[in-house]
């Protein structure tokens, strides 16, 4: 099993920018794939970024494509989520997410373990 925990949320104004990271523990051998979802209240939980831990390659969904990067520390065990250019849209609980494979594949149910969540906020 592994543990992940967020940090990095908080409140900005529209076109600001933040950091979020993911600092996994426990088996992390079993996590070659790490992402980020997001969920408002009262919405299904949608897929934001995810990364291969070894390689790199990053796979993005549409609505932050060319404002969030995916980036991952295999020595720190730690993912994290650069987001410029936001919106109030990106308003939502971020979530770290882990799986063995399968990175372009965003179906949340394909993801076997989940952080708590870190609150981001954009005010117009």
């Known amino acids: 099993q592994v543990q992940l925990v967020e940090s990095g949320g908080g409140s900005v104004q529209a076109g600001g920018s933040l950091r979020l990271s993911c600092e996994a523990s426990g088996d992390t051998y079993t996590s070659n794939c790490m992402a980020w979802f997001r969920q408002v209240p009262g919405k299904e939980r949608e897929g934001v970024a995810a990364?291969?831990?070894?390689?790199?390659?990053?796979f993005y969904t549409d609505p932050v494509k060319g404002r969030f990067t995916i980036s991952e520390d295999n020595d720190k065990a730690t993912v994290y989520l650069q987001m410029n250019g936001l919106k109030p849209e990106d308003t939502a609980i971020y979530y770290c997410?882990?799986?063995?494979?399968?990175?372009?594949?965003?179906?949340?149910?394909?993801?076997?373990?989940w952080g708590q969540g870190t609150q981001v906020t954009v005010s117009s």
């Open positions: 990364i291969y831990v070894a390689g790199g390659n990053a």
């Open positions: 997410a882990a799986k063995g494979y399968g990175c372009h594949d965003f179906r949340v149910a394909s993801y076997s373990d």
